[in-house]
């Protein structure tokens, strides 16, 4: 029954957008001339732009409506119908029959005379019944060819990028001719290119140029017998979706447009009439000059058959570029030895496909100190079972790159402990992973350390001096009774700007340990230490890990992080808030204290109550029918 309908039964029908609109809908007024019919359905005529004739009734427990907007069902229209009859309801006002022969009914009945909406309804959203797959074919069913039509017409002006893409899914048949198909798809790089991409992911707006009408020209310049346009033409696309990728505000999607692209000018690459000497170093430029990952299907491409005569004569024109190369001014160090890297990277791959391991070994050793490319080099070793000499070189590379780039420093000792763990030397290994633990106290690196000394049959004497490292910053290397060796890098220890107690870590290792009464001391220390919030995240684990033995804390926790979202004022905030809400609702609940939460949440409403879109999602929170007792 309508009566004993829920806020969270209406949005588990219809979404929370659509009850939204539904709502604003009917307190406007715009639900009007409500009747019920024989049968017992509601009625109603919903005005928007246009005037739309809803019906709603009940089917078991659940409402069902149709209506004359293109959505259909469970639309905007349709909860505000049944707000508007809750209404009349609340304020026992008259509710009058339909006629039989209602209008409303008339075009209910008669599908061919569904309206087009002129308001801009999406009909899939994420969150809304039609998003769905699934659903896609059975909606698309349903339509008319009118109906259709309408939808696909509304649909290109929202999207005229689709317009563009669907041009060329035929051909005009001035394109048989190369010279035009060239001149159109050149446009089509220059208009696109030419365009920004965005995106705002809070407002879900945004742009992404739509390559696929290239991507179609090139594929018909390429089956057509045209190669060698088809390269020249990637040339041209690659320098303009660079500098476009450069300009552009997203995550990505514009440069993964173009990346979708550039397969089909590696397949030209292949069949155009090049040299193969000059094809490879054609496809080497590429990548060398690929700032943004657009060069999908080049790796495809170099795993080609070439003539190791081929791959030679490449590597001696690489040799000769790599001597010749000389640093573009000052700039910045990492960028230049980047750039010389990506080069030597194409050398060594040339000379091993050439058969000169020997030569490529030279290189490796030689950029090794020229660009702190210690870790490729340790890695060629190992390949090529050179164990000792590999761990020369990681202890050589830490050395030199631990103060300038410690990520290179890192990875070498990740190599190191690679090795170790090959040879079963856990002892060493667990020392590595210490090294890492005092100097990046934390849970990671904590869970580490416990693998490697389980293995090693030490963890019980380590974990009793690493908790006490965090607890006083006392290093516990230097003890009698610590049974880990030395790794030769130096005494490890945290930066200056941390100090003991390391509250964040002592408190993730609590929990991850069971031990509540910890978590709790840990969490007072980190408040009264710093005056300010864990992560929110860390918050939350907090609270649900003391929940049943401090459920006080617990939900004190819960209230002030939803009281944090509910501040910011914004939709997607008060989702954040909800989340927490609920968890205050379930404690509360589970203490015997309903009558609390219903108090508590009455007064958040109370507080926010000019906030209508929160109001109405703590309605939700509510339980309570629509329709007040």
Partial sequence: MLHDLT????????????????MSYQKSGLARDLAVTREGSLIAWVRGTKKYATMVWVEKVWPSSVCTCPYGTACKHAVAVILEYLD???????????????????????????????????FFEEDESIAAADDLDPFLKKKSKKELEATLAGILK??????????FTTPKPEWKDC????????????????????RDYWNHTGHTPNYAPVRKGLKQLLDEGYPDEVVRLGEKLFVKGTEQVGESDDEGETADEIARTMPIVFQALVKCSLPDLDKLERAVDFGLRDEYGLCQGLDEFKQRRFEKKTWSDLADRLLTRLKDMKPRGKGDLFSRNYERDHLSDAVILALEHAGREDEAFSVCFQEAETTDSYERLVKKLRKADRITEAEEWIRKGAKATQAKWSGIASSLKAELSAIRQRK??????????????????????????????????????VRDASLKFLETGAYPGSRASWPLPDTGFGKPGPSRRDKPPFTNALIDIA????????????????????????????EDTVAAAVVHHYPERSIAIWKKIAEWFIAQTNVA???EALAYLKKVRKALEGLGRA?????????????????????????VLSRRPILSK
């Fill in 7 to 22: 806020w969270a039964d209406l949005e588990a029908w219809a979404g929370q957008k659509i009850v939204a609109r539904g």
């Fill in 424 to 461: 079963g030397d856990w002892l060493f290994v667990a020392a590595l992973r210490a090294d890492d633990y005092f100097n990046h106290p934390g849970l990671s690196t904590f869970n580490d350390l416990q693998k490697a000394c389980e293995k090693a049959k030490v963890w019980q004497e």
């Fill in 573 to 575: 905030a008060y989702s």
């Fill in 88 to 122: 009349l309801l609340q304020k026992n006002a008259e509710i009058s029959p339909a006629d039989e022969d209602d209008q409303r009914i008339a075009l209910l009945e008669d599908a061919s005379l569904v309206l087009e909406d002129e308001e801009g309804e999406e």
């Fill in 158 to 167: 929202d999207h005229p990028e689709i317009k563009k893409e669907l041009e």
């Fill in 511 to 538: 929990i991850k340990e069971k031990r509540v009464d910890d978590i709790v001391k840990w969490y007072e220390a980190h408040k009264q230490r710093s005056g300010a919030w864990l992560a929110v995240h860390l």
């Fill in 179 to 198: 010279a035009a198909l060239v001149k159109a798809i050149t446009k089509a790089i220059v208009v696109t290119g030419s365009e920004q991409g965005w």
């Fill in 595 to 619: 009558a609390e939460w219903t108090a508590y949440l009455t007064s958040v409403a109370e507080t926010n109550r000019r906030k209508s879109r929160l109001v109405q999602m703590l309605n």
